[in-house]
């Protein structure tokens, strides 16, 4: 499986491709309709990176699944709030937003409680 074997890989590269889409200035692209559609991308942005580093840590680290999830929420959440402060410190054209590093807080939320449940209600 893919995402057993390259979960390191994938989540390093997804970090990386985060990270470049948050930092770079992004112009030509249509806004979307929907007021808070921003937040929407944040939120599903995280929870994907939620769920590689989740992923991450039981597959390649080992981890229990108790810790793992652990480990994904701390660094997901630590990771959209570096982003942020990125964004103020080291660019013009973007500025830090307490309402984004909540909408990623949200998608990590989301994630771990499905997590959560699928672990606790799934047995394999």
């Given at each position: 499986?893919?995402?057993?074997?390259?979960?390191?890989?994938?989540?390093?590269?997804?970090?990386?491709?985060?990270?470049?889409?948050?930092?770079?200035?992004?112009?030509?692209?249509?806004?979307?309709?929907i007021s808070f559609g921003d937040k929407i991308f944040h939120s599903l942005s995280y929870?994907?990176?939620?769920?590689?580093?989740?992923?991450?840590?039981?597959?390649?680290?080992?981890?229990?699944?108790?810790?793992?999830?652990?480990?994904?929420?701390?660094?997901?959440?630590?990771?959209?709030?570096?982003?942020?402060?990125?964004?103020?410190?080291?660019?013009?054209?973007?500025?830090?937003?307490?309402?984004?590093?909540?909408?990623?807080?949200?998608?990590?939320?989301?994630?771990?409680?499905?997590?959560?449940?699928?672990?606790?209600?799934?047995?394999?």
């Amino acid at each position: 499986m893919v995402l057993k074997t390259y979960s390191f890989l994938l989540v390093i590269l997804y970090s990386i491709a985060l990270t470049t889409v948050c930092l770079i200035k992004i112009e030509g692209f249509n806004k979307v309709g929907i007021s808070f559609g921003d937040k929407i991308f944040h939120s599903l942005s995280y929870v994907v990176l939620t769920f590689l580093w989740y992923n991450t840590f039981c597959n390649k680290f080992k981890f229990s699944k108790s810790k793992a999830l652990w480990y994904a929420i701390i660094i997901s959440i630590i990771f959209g709030i570096i982003i942020e402060v990125l964004q103020g410190a080291l660019t013009a054209y973007r500025s830090a937003d307490i309402n984004d590093v909540l909408a990623n807080s949200i998608g990590v939320m989301l994630t771990a409680v499905v997590i959560g449940i699928k672990n606790k209600f799934i047995l394999k």
